[in-house]
């Protein structure tokens, strides 16, 4: 399991764009990189994946490196419905659940 | 897709008491099942987690114990609540290790 490192907050307007890069120096050939969101009094949810290069989905684009060293979560055009927690989260497949959920990055999103 | 149920949203015990919590997975069998505890402000700390009805492994030595009677039930438990037992506890599933955990709304748990 890869110790990850990820800025404690981040604040971001409306309608723009919000990178949140993840540091895991020690992640292992097998790990996969994990993004999930939390809201207040709520459960994190998943919302991205990947291993490589660049992963999008309807919510996100995940960017990872070729060393894998470090991986950015990108947010477009944020509303103020993406004021939340992130966590990233990097590990084998096979041990998700186990894993630590550190403090994540407090995004907070003004009109 | 799997839906986590978990109630109360909310509780209220003094300190002392005995604590039961109770997380039920529709959509699924054979979940892999966690419960997390998170403080204020704070990551997720994994408690317990179980790959089948029966068993249960501790990641954490507490006051607390979990048990899974059934497939798709997972119970937190404790028999004297602390003031160090308050915090907000999630209790997540996945199928299969290589899959994304679902997690439900978490009880808040306040202790007196």
């Known amino acids: 399991l890869a110790k990850t490192t990820q800025p404690i907050s981040m604040d971001s307007y409306e309608g723009q764009e919000v990178n949140i890069t993840c540091s895991h120096n020690?992640?292992?050939?097998?790990?996969?990189i994990t993004w999930y969101q939390q809201f207040p009094s709520q459960g994190p949810r998943f919302i991205i994946q990947g291993y490589k290069t660049k992963v999008t989905n309807e919510v996100a684009s995940l960017f990872i490196p070729a060393d894998r060293k470090s991986s950015t979560l990108s947010l477009p055009r944020v509303s103020l419905s993406d004021t939340a927690v992130y966590y990233c989260?990097?590990?084998?497949?096979?041990?998700?659940?186990?894993?630590?959920f550190g403090a994540g990055t407090q995004v907070v999103v003004t009109p | 897709s799997q839906t986590i149920h978990q109630w109360p949203a909310t509780l209220v015990q003094p300190v002392g008491s005995p604590l039961s919590l109770e997380c039920t997975v529709e959509?699924?069998?054979?979940?892999?099942l966690y419960w997390y505890r998170q403080a204020a402000g704070r990551g997720l700390q994994l408690l317990f987690y179980s790959v089948g009805i029966g068993q249960i492994s501790s990641e954490v030595p507490q006051n607390l114990s979990a048990s899974r009677p059934q497939d798709r039930q997972f119970i937190l438990s404790s028999k004297k609540l602390l003031l160090s037992d308050s915090g907000f506890y999630l209790c997540?599933?996945?199928?299969?290790?290589?899959?994304?955990?679902?997690f439900g709304s978490g009880t808040q748990l306040s202790v007196l």
């Open positions: 997540a599933s996945q199928v299969g290790f290589t899959e994304k955990l679902f």
């Open positions: 959509g699924t069998s054979n979940p892999n």
């Open positions: 989260l990097a590990g084998e497949t096979d041990s998700w659940g186990k894993l630590q």
């Open positions: 020690n992640i292992a050939t097998n790990d996969y």
